[in-house]
């Protein structure tokens, strides 16, 4: 069976890393989200996409500017569907307390050596205080975050981000002790799922929209979708 996550939340229908967006996909059943954190001025785990503020808020500047106080006041409906109420940006602290998600991706951006330590320790003293230790997956792109979580916080399980195929996706994922290989659906050929999965790695494909994309790549045997919707998607797979 492929399972679903939420993307950023329900990305398509509610304003994308907001509390409403991943209370929206919990309300269509759908028990595991993907999401992005940036850390703030004071050391914070924000649920953000961007580096900066300007594409999701009325505000500039860097995320890393503004204190953890400062940015859960920050309106992030900006860009995204509409909505009437205000969305501000969460910390995962807050997610963690509100949300019943079974699993967790959490992408954790390109970062420096000291960042990425700082956040990867900040994410694994939070999951184990909330007892999520066993429901987490740090995710991501860059070999800094990656490498200083397999040597940090090795309990805490891995998965690469693969967006791009210049560097064999596998090996990379393997070299890091990761679990899951979250593939950009482009680079999703049946041959690549099966030898990823013969490697003992969870595929889990984004971001899929389309109902047809979806019904292709569940046949195709992924192990996850992320998707925007999350309630489409969940229709769909339905009626496979």
């Given at each position: 069976?492929?399972?679903?996550?939420?993307?950023?939340?329900?990305?398509?229908?509610a304003p994308e890393n907001t509390?409403?967006?991943?209370?929206?996909c919990l309300k269509h059943g759908v028990r595991r989200c993907e999401l992005d954190l940036h850390l703030s001025m004071d050391g914070e785990l924000m649920v953000i996409h961007d580096?900066?503020?300007?594409?999701?808020?009325?505000?500039?500047?860097?995320?890393?500017?503004?204190?953890?106080?400062?940015l859960v006041t920050y309106d992030a409906r900006k860009g995204g569907p509409g909505w009437i109420k205000p969305c501000p940006i969460p910390t995962l602290e807050e997610l963690f307390e509100k949300c019943d998600f079974e699993h967790w991706q959490l992408e954790v951006k390109s970062?420096?050596?000291?960042?990425?330590?700082?956040?990867?320790?900040?994410?694994?003293?939070?999951?184990?205080r909330h007892g999520l230790l066993?429901?987490?997956?740090?995710?991501?792109?860059?070999r800094e975050v990656l490498k200083?979580?397999?040597?940090?916080?090795p309990d805490v399980s891995r998965g690469l981000v693969a967006e791009y195929a210049w560097l064999d996706p596998l090996k990379v994922a393997q070299s890091y002790g990761c679990e899951i290989l979250a593939?950009?659906?482009t680079l999703c050929t049946p041959e690549r799922l099966q030898r990823a999965q013969r490697?003992?790695?969870?595929?889990?494909?984004?971001t899929v929209n389309e109902p047809a994309l979806m019904r292709r790549l569940a046949d195709f045997g992924v192990d996850s979708l992320i998707t925007d919707f999350p309630g489409l998607a969940s229709a769909t797979l339905e009626n496979c």
């Open positions: 069976m492929t399972l679903i996550y939420g993307h950023r939340g329900a990305k398509g229908e509390l409403t967006g991943f209370q929206e580096p900066t503020l300007k594409r999701t808020t009325d505000r500039r500047g860097k995320v890393v500017e503004h204190t953890a106080a400062e970062a420096s050596r000291t960042r990425a330590v700082t956040t990867v320790l900040a994410i694994r003293e939070m999951a184990q066993d429901k987490v997956t740090i995710t991501s792109s860059s200083a979580a397999l040597d940090l916080v593939l950009n659906w490697q003992g790695l969870h595929v889990s494909v984004w």
